[in-house]
C-alpha cells in the first residue's frame, strides 16, 4: 500500500544522518497521504545505517498499525496531533538537531536576526510551555503534539514551520516529508547563526521588520521570485 | 556563448558546498567577462547537487537574460551593482556562511586580530548600513550592492574583498569567480578564529599595524614575496 | 581464545574514530567474557587506522596478559576495576571525547537539562574527586577506578553508565562493549548540548523531573515502549 | 638527493589537510637530515590538493636552495631558526589551526588544564611576545623564530613542543616531520579542549602537579610504560 509514500518517507528519515542531523537513533520522519488520511513513519529505534522500506511503518490516525512489520516511532501520537491540528501538513520531523536542542534545553524562543531566519519563518521560533506531571504520565507524546500547537498561538503553520519542545529539541513540518526535513535543516543553520550572534550581541540585534517581510515575501506566497516559476 | 566562462562560474559554485560554506541553495557566484561586460551568475534556487552547465545564466547589465533557461539568482542586481562600483572586480560571491553571517547578524565589523587577516584584507571586514523601509520594497539588491560600495568608504576593493550585509551575510570579490571563493573561504577562516578570540580576549587584541602590513605586503603588490614567481 | 569477544571489542574500538571520540591513539575500549572474567582489551598506543585483531589483548582480573603479543592499555587496572565494582558491566570505554573531557577539566557535573539527557542516564553526569599524590605515584589508574565507583555514589551503574575523571575524560559502561560505545556516543552529545545550553541560559534550566522519569522509562525497565520488542 | 626525507616531508604536508589543520595552502612542514644539516620544505603556496615530491624543495642553512624548482615556503627563515636553537628537532611544522590560532590571536598561553595536556608537554604552552617594527621590516621571519626560542625561556624543547606565535598561529616540532606533525595535531586539541573548559569554568581549573607529572612521565622518558617497548 502506499509504496510511493513509503519510498519518500524512507528517503526522508535518510536524510537526516546525510545533513548530520541525528545520532544514533534519534529522530523520525513522517509522511500523510491525503486522501486516505494514513501515515508512514520509521519504526521505533531503528538504525539509520541499515534502514529499508520494511522499517517504515503505516498507521492510521487512530494510531494503530495498518501496515508493517515494526511498532511505529513511539512519538506517532505526536505526528497525528500535528496533522490533526497544523492545516496544510503534510509531512511532520522530529530530531534532537544539536543547535536547535539547546535553544529548547535553554528554553529560549529563536530570535529573528537575520534573513536566513527571514526566508524561513514568520517572527521567532516558540518554545513550548513544559507539560504537568499529570498529562506527562497519561498521554506524553499526544500533550507534546497539543503544546506544539498551543505554541504557535494561532500563528500559521506555513509561515511558523517548526517548534521547539522545551528541554527536549524540535519538531519541524511541511508540505511534504521532503519538506519537512528542509525546515529541519533550515532551523539547524538559523539555531546555529543565532547561537553563534547572541554570543557576539548579547543584547541582540533583531532584523528590521521590513527586511524580514520582504525576505519572507521573495520566498513565499504570491509575490515569491526566489526559484524557478 | 562565452563557454569557459560559463565553465568557471559552474565550477567556483560547485566549490561552495565543498569548502562547507553553503547549506541547500544558499549562495551563488557570478563571473564577468571583461570584453563584453556580460555576467555568467547561477541560477537561482538550483540545488548545488545537480548542477550542471545548464544552469548557469548569461545576464547583460541592466539585467536581461541574454542566454539560459533559468532565471537567474534573485541576488543578480547586487552582483551587477558590484561590477559596476569596484573597480577591477571579475568575480562575486554571496554565502550564509556560519561564521561571517554570525558577525552580520550581529552588525560587528571583523576585527584585524591575526595574520590570517592581515594576509589577506586591510583594516576590518566592514558592515554596511540596514536599507530602509523604501530601498528595501523599491529595489531590495540593487540597493544592498549600493550599501556595500558605501560600506567601503573609499577603500580599495582590492585591499577590503569582502563587506558584511547588515543581518544577511557577506558578499565577497576577487579577479575572477575563482577568486571571489578563495576570498569567502579565507573570511569564514578570518571569522571564525575572530569569533572564538574575542570569547577568549573580549576586550580585543589588534595586530600590531606593522605586523598587518609586513603580512599584507608579503602576499600582495610590487615586493610580493609569498608564492611562486 | 575468546574469538567473538576479542572481534566484538576490536569493532567496538573501531567505532570510535568513525564516530569522531577519539584523536590519534588516544582511548580504549574493553569487553569482559563474563564465564571466565578475562577481559579483551586494545594494545596500549595503537593507531587506530591500522589496528588488527592481533592488536586485541586478553588478560585476567589480576593485570596479568593471558594471550596477545601486545602490552595491554595503560587504563587497564582502570577497566579492571570498573569490573570488579560495577555489576553487570560486559564493557568499558575510556576517550579524551571533546566535549565531554571539557566537563571533566572543568570539573563540573553535566546537569540534567534536557531529553537527551535523561533518556540516558538518571541525573547528573558525575565528576570523580582528584588523586592525591600518594595514590596518583603507587596506583594511579587502579586508584582511578575506585575514584570512579565512589562518585557513583551507591547510584547503579545501570542508570549512571558514565562518570567524568576529573581533569582527564570520561569512561562509559554498558552490557558489551558495543553498548558501551553507544554510552560514549551519547555521553559525548549530551556534554555538547548541555555546553550549549549554559552559554545560552547560565543559570541552568534543569529538565523537570516527571518528565526526566517518564523519558528514561521509556528506554529502560519493565515499562519501556522505545524500539523493537 | 635524500629522497626518504623529502617522501616524508611530502608526507607530513599531506598529512595536515587530512587532520582538518590548513585551510588553502596556509601551513608547511619541513624535516632536516641530521648528518648533512639539510632541511626539506614545502614550496611557498603550493595547494595540498595537487602537492608532488616535487614541489618539496633542500635548503641549506644559510636559506639557500640546494635542490627543487619551487620557491622554498616564505617562513623557510623561522624553520632554520628553530632547528638552529632547538637541540634534538629533526621536524618543524607551522599551521593557523583554528583553536590553537584563537589562542594566539588572544596573546594567552594554553593554561594546563588536563591530562590531553599533560600527556604531551610540561606546564603551559608559552605566546612569544610581539616583534617590533623595526625587527618586523628587517629580518621577520628569522626574528620570529628568534621569538619563539625566547618565549620557551630555557624550557626543554622536548618537553614543550609547540609555542603560539603572538597573532599569528602555532609552530610545532619534534625528533622528525611526523612527529612535529603529531605535535600539531595534539595541539589542537588540548587548544579546542582548554577553550570549552575556560568557557565553563572562567577562573580555570589547572590540573594537579602531580597528576601532570604522572601523565607525562607515563609517555616520556625512562619510566614510561605507554606504547610498545
Known amino acids: 500500500m502506499l509504496e510511493e509514500l513509503k519510498e519518500a518517507v524512507l528517503a526522508a528519515n535518510q536524510e537526516l544522518p546525510k545533513r548530520g542531523l541525528v545520532t544514533l537513533s534519534w529522530g523520525n520522519v513522517s509522511g500523510r497521504d491525503a486522501s486516505t488520511g494514513l501515515i508512514a ?13 520494511d522499517d517504515i511503518v503505516l498507521v492510521a490516525e487512530d494510531g494503530s498499525t495498518v501496515e508493517g512489520r515494526r511498532r511505529p516511532s513511539t512519538d506517532t501520537p505526536t505526528h497525528i496531533a500535528l496533522y490533526k491540528g497544523l492545516a496544510g501538513t503534510g509531512g511532520v520531523v522530529h530530531t534532537h538537531s544539536r543547535w536547535a536542542a539547546s535553544w529548547a534545553q535553554a528554553r529560549r524562543p529563536i530570535p529573528l536576526l537575520g534573513t536566513t531566519h527571514a526566508d524561513f519563518c514568520v517572527g521567532p521560533v516558540p518554545v513550548t510551555a513544559p507539560l504537568g506531571p499529570e498529562e506527562t504520565w497519561s498521554d506524553y507524546e499526544g500533550g507534546t503534539g497539543a503544546a506544539i500547537i498551543r505554541a504557535l498561538a494561532g500563528r500559521k503553520p506555513s509561515e511558523v514551520p517548526a517548534v521547539l519542545v522545551s528541554g527536549h529539541g524540535p519538531f519541524c513540518w511541511g508540505g511534504n516529508a521532503a519538506a519537512a526535513v528542509e525546515a529541519a535543516v533550515t532551523l539547524e543553520a538559523v539555531a546555529e547563526m543565532a547561537w553563534l550572534t547572541v554570543a557576539l550581541a548579547p543584547g541582540g540585534e533583531l532584523l528590521e521588520e521590513h527586511i524580514a517581510e520582504r525576505h519572507f515575501s521573495r520566498k513565499h506566497g504570491p509575490g515569491a521570485y526566489y526559484g524557478q516559476a
Not at 41 to 53: D, F, L, Q, R, T
Open 41 to 53: 513513519i520509521k519504526g521505533s529505534g531503528v538504525p539509520y545505517e541499515s534502514m529499508s522500506i
